[in-house]
């Protein structure tokens, strides 16, 4: 009876042993990025990652050196109709005006009033100009920790207007695959962007899995100071001293990081210059711009392939054929993603 006890005990320990095994299988085997359609675009990530982590490869690169940098509007999450900072922008008039009523009969400050009212072709009429004044009345002026808190409270309340969700429930599911995927690897992930620096700061981490420290943006200055109370401040002023936008992507990237990235996401011209610089550095590397062509699903917008021309995110002809010349893998959201995202 014993023996018979002992047999069983000792079937039972490798039964489990083999299912133990089978799962280790089976999850070795999952699909990393299980809302990439199949084809040479998942492929092209999937080798890239296998010819850099893997220490047989001739192309192996150190930890220490493994930086992947990722452009945010557009790239990481919708941008269109209008970018998440400039609605930010745009939400705080009301309380500027409410402090300061003289501005309702100024402009821009009128034509945002105009717009926040329900006129929706208001804002076209704004320029540059105009759009840099409104930025400089709400972004400048406030301590950055008042300005942190504010941001995260908005970020927390505000809805985008087609999918009525908060803009941090519209990143793209196939991008925070690669995100994660990379950092299994371990890459080191950062966020370039010619968005406001504070501004991507205060979500980045819960959003993205993204340290505020590995996101440079544009920024403004600072001035250190003393409150009422006596307590240390930094403010926040109108003056730009970081313009992370085309060839200042690359720049901040040498500033900020010291390294040359080996993998670069992007989706418009402001992207070109870190996805050329990226891609001529040796070894393997891997530049991909994302290309909105799913108007169902997402929008679409170019005007590269015959798609509407648009001011948000401009993805021109010749910076398609720049791709095409130069090796970038062009993602086109209808044909490589699966699923857009997560709540789909």
């Keep these: 009876m014993t023996l018979i006890r002992r047999l069983s005990t000792a079937a039972r320990i490798l039964a489990v042993g083999v299912l133990l095994t089978l799962g280790t299988g089976v999850r070795a085997q999952?699909?990393?990025l299980p809302s990439w359609n199949e084809g040479p675009t998942k492929q092209a990530i999937l080798s890239f990652v296998q010819a850099t982590t893997?220490?047989?490869?001739?192309?192996f690169v150190p930890p220490p050196e493994r930086i992947a940098t990722f452009d945010q509007d557009g790239t990481l999450w919708v941008s269109h109709p209008i970018y998440t900072q400039v609605m930010y922008c745009l939400e705080r008039v009301p309380a500027l005006v409410k402090a300061n009523p003289a501005l309702a009969q100024e402009e821009p400050f009128k034509t945002v009033m105009r717009f926040l009212a329900g006129d929706r072709a208001a804002i076209a009429t704004l320029d540059e100009k105009d759009l840099a004044k409104i930025a400089a009345a709400t972004l400048t002026g406030m301590s950055v920790d008042a300005f942190n808190a504010d941001v995260k409270r908005w970020i927390s309340e505000a809805r985008d207007p087609r999918w009525k969700r908060p803009y941090t429930e519209l990143t793209y599911l196939p991008m925070q695959e690669v995100l994660r995927l990379l950092r299994r690897s371990g890459y080191q992930t950062y966020i370039v962007t010619g968005g406001g620096q504070d501004f991507v700061r205060a979500y980045s981490d819960g959003t993205y899995g993204i340290s505020p420290a590995q996101v440079i943006g544009s920024a403004d200055a600072t001035k250190y100071g003393y409150a009422k109370d006596g307590a240390p401040v930094l403010t926040k002023e109108p003056k730009l001293l970081l313009h992370d936008d085309g060839p200042g992507k690359p720049e901040a990237i040498h500033l900020?990081?010291?390294r040359r990235p080996q993998a670069a996401f992007g989706n418009s011209g402001g992207d070109a210059q870190m996805l050329e610089y990226t891609k001529a550095?040796?070894?393997?590397?891997?530049s991909m711009i994302v290309l909105h062509d799913d108007a169902r699903r997402e929008y679409a917008y170019g005007p590269a392939q015959g798609?509407?021309?648009t001011k948000i995110g401009t993805f021109p002809q010749a910076l398609y054929d720049q791709a095409k010349q130069q090796g970038w893998v062009v993602i086109s959201m209808k044909d490589d993603w699966k699923t857009i995202f997560a709540f789909e």
């Design 30 to 32: 999952a699909d990393p």
């Design 54 to 59: 893997d220490p047989a490869s001739p192309t």
């Design 256 to 258: 900020m990081i010291g």
């Design 281 to 286: 550095g040796e070894g393997a590397r891997l």
């Design 307 to 309: 798609l509407p021309d």
